[in-house]
């Protein structure tokens, strides 16, 4: 092995490299000049972010332990925007709320390490790495959540997501035991060779599928979510809900389309249930929300079983469409989370009725949580819709009338409550609304670069069909 | 290799293990002991990858040292847990589920 075949770990050493720096800056700047150290995070990770489009060849390391090609280079991307977006967002928070406490540097180093989990996850080659990357992309963020140190609300979204974790991933690691067991292997390459559909492997693969529903709050596993995101700081929620659940929807669409693709007769029908149950469950228990992190919670809870649909049918259509839809439902999930944030912060306000009469005091805040808000939902002009387009296609293809037909059903009952933040924002009036505030640089950026994905990666088809072509990878 | 004991003995031991974990989880409302109980799990998962790796597939150590990662992974994650925990129990004075009942619908 040579010296610069490690260069295929460049996203992994890169990142690794800016937490180091940041826990060296961490020692070396002045306690009352800690707010440079944000300033210094988000520069490394814009710069890293930026290096990141540079092409990678394909190829693997360790023996197979640690594989990339295009796509999962493209996805390590989509991450990375994802997150950058994020930090600017909740850089106005840092500075005004943690700096005080002389924790800010501390946010970003556990940030950057739960990515690095997600890194290490999504270019897994074995079980063992996978798992690793796992726990190693989710114990820093339920120290996140649990980071408003002397606030209840948050120690109990910290001890939830934890407990709720470490469950999820005994009960998936009870089941790769059996896949070991049946397999002889953990090796994904060695486990579709040896692989075939008898019980213990199904018995294996649903408790597997089991541990990473949880990652997705999917549906008979989806309690934690919104009492987590609820408590947790806004940020940590926005992580959770787009970056997290993104990287665990991608690998595990990996696995199912590759390595336990002769299940597809088992994971077709469960996959069909679930996704029925997570879509109503999740716009149902949606309708009854007044908080708007719990409300923002179910809707993301929705939106996993609206991924499911691209996960079913097991194609290269599949593939690109979950794809696509992730990073179209990571723009609009930051922005509407953004939004949020920005008059949390002002305000202290988390209530849908505490938005009535927005439109009249801050009329651009309301229009970016509007276009979020359709975004979500799937309203033809802006981006969304196209990626449930895609996705309702790629299921469509593949048979699924019924399914389809019943998620089209989903989307009108999602309307409704989407509207409802809508309504109070623009309809109804107010005795004291919000006052109207300026938002810093950061928190500007972050939300325009949202805006500009969600107006233009739906109307720029050619990003679809290179998602296609590297969506190749993983259908054979 | 235990001489005398077959695989099937020492499988059924972890899958009743695994469900006397999950059977804790469920039902303890102390914050402690929910976390032992997902420790149990986890334990009989460790036992499942060394017995496979002995019984079925001794050629190879892949069981063996998945094992030794769960068991630092756990320890990792036991330790936030218990930090939490802590933290939690500072400001309401008690480690039981039914007090951390704040965040509902």
Redesign the interface.
């Given at each position: 092995m040579e010296l610069s075949s490690f260069f295929l770990m460049r996203h992994e050493m890169a990142l690794l490299a800016i937490a180091l720096i940041l826990i060296i800056a961490e020692i070396f700047i002045p306690k009352q000049k800690k707010s440079s150290a944000v300033h210094l995070a988000i520069f490394l990770f814009g710069i890293h972010t930026a290096l990141g489009f540079f092409p990678l060849e394909e190829n693997s390391l360790f023996g197979g332990m640690f594989r990339t090609n295009s796509l999962i280079h493209f996805f390590k991307n989509v991450l990375n925007i994802g997150v950058f977006i994020l930090l600017l967002q909740s850089a106005d928070w840092i500075q005004e709320k943690i700096v005080k406490l002389n924790r800010g540097t501390e946010f970003f180093i556990l940030l950057f390490f739960s990515l690095l989990g997600m890194y290490f996850m999504i270019s897994a080659g074995d079980?063992?790495m996978f798992?690793?990357g796992l726990?190693l992309s989710t114990?820093p963020v339920?120290?996140l959540a649990?980071f408003e140190?002397m606030k209840?609300?948050s120690?109990?979204?910290?001890?939830?997501l934890?407990?709720s974790?470490?469950?999820a991933?005994?009960?998936s690691?009870?089941g790769?035991?059996?896949l070991?067991?049946t397999s002889?292997?953990?090796y994904f390459d060695d486990i579709l060779v040896a692989i075939s559909p008898n019980n213990l492997t199904i018995l294996g693969f649903i408790l597997f599928f089991a541990g990473m529903a949880f990652k997705i709050s999917l549906v008979p596993f989806h309690f934690w979510t919104?009492?987590v995101y609820?408590?947790a700081p806004i940020s940590v929620a926005s992580y959770l809900s787009v970056i997290s659940k993104g990287a665990a929807v991608f690998i595990l669409m990996i696995l199912m389309f590759t390595v336990l693709k002769p299940l597809m007769e088992v994971w077709e029908n469960m996959i069909y249930v679930v996704a029925l149950a997570t879509m109503f469950v999740g716009n149902l228990?949606a309708l009854r929300?007044q908080n708007m992190k719990?409300f923002l919670a179910f809707s993301s809870i929705a939106q996993a079983g609206f991924i499911l649909l691209g996960l079913i049918t097991g194609t290269q259509l599949g593939t690109a469409s979950v794809v696509y839809f992730v990073m179209i439902y990571i723009f609009s999930n930051l922005a509407a989370f953004g939004v949020v944030q920005a008059i949390s912060l002002k305000t202290g306000k988390e209530n849908i009725d505490d938005y009535n009469g927005l439109y009249r005091t801050n009329p651009r805040l309301s229009l970016i949580m509007l276009l979020a808000l359709f975004s979500l939902a799937g309203i033809p002009p802006v981006a969304g819709f196209f990626g449930k387009f895609f996705l309702y296609t790629a299921a469509a293809r593949e048979g699924y009338y019924l399914l389809v037909f019943l998620a089209v059903v989903n989307v009108t009952i999602s309307l409704y409550y989407y509207l409802l933040v809508v309504r109070a924002m623009f309809l109804r009036q107010s005795e004291n609304p919000i006052p109207f505030f300026n938002n810093k640089l950061y928190m500007r950026l972050g939300l325009g670069i949202t805006v500009i994905g969600i107006l233009v990666l739906g109307i720029y088809s050619p990003l679809y069909d290179y998602i296609y072509e590297l969506s190749a990878a993983f259908n054979h | 290799m235990i001489p005398g004991i077959s695989i099937t003995e020492i499988l059924s031991l972890t899958s009743i293990l695994f469900f006397i974990g999950v059977y804790g989880f469920i039902t303890r409302t102390n914050l402690i002991s929910m976390l032992v109980s997902v420790e149990i799990i986890l334990n009989s998962t460790v036992i499942n990858f060394v017995v496979i790796n002995k019984y079925l597939y001794p050629e190879l150590l892949q069981g063996v040292v998945y094992s030794i990662f769960i068991i630092a992974v756990a320890a990792a994650e036991t330790a936030l847990a218990v930090a939490i925990i802590i933290n939690l129990y500072k400001q309401i004075s008690s480690v039981d589920v039914k007090e951390t009942e704040t965040l509902k619908y």
């Open positions: 079980f063992l798992y690793v726990e114990i339920a120290a649990a140190l209840r609300r120690s109990e979204a910290g001890i939830k934890i407990l974790a470490a469950l991933s005994g009960v690691l009870f790769i035991s059996m070991y067991a002889g292997s953990i919104a009492d609820e408590g228990f929300q719990r | -």
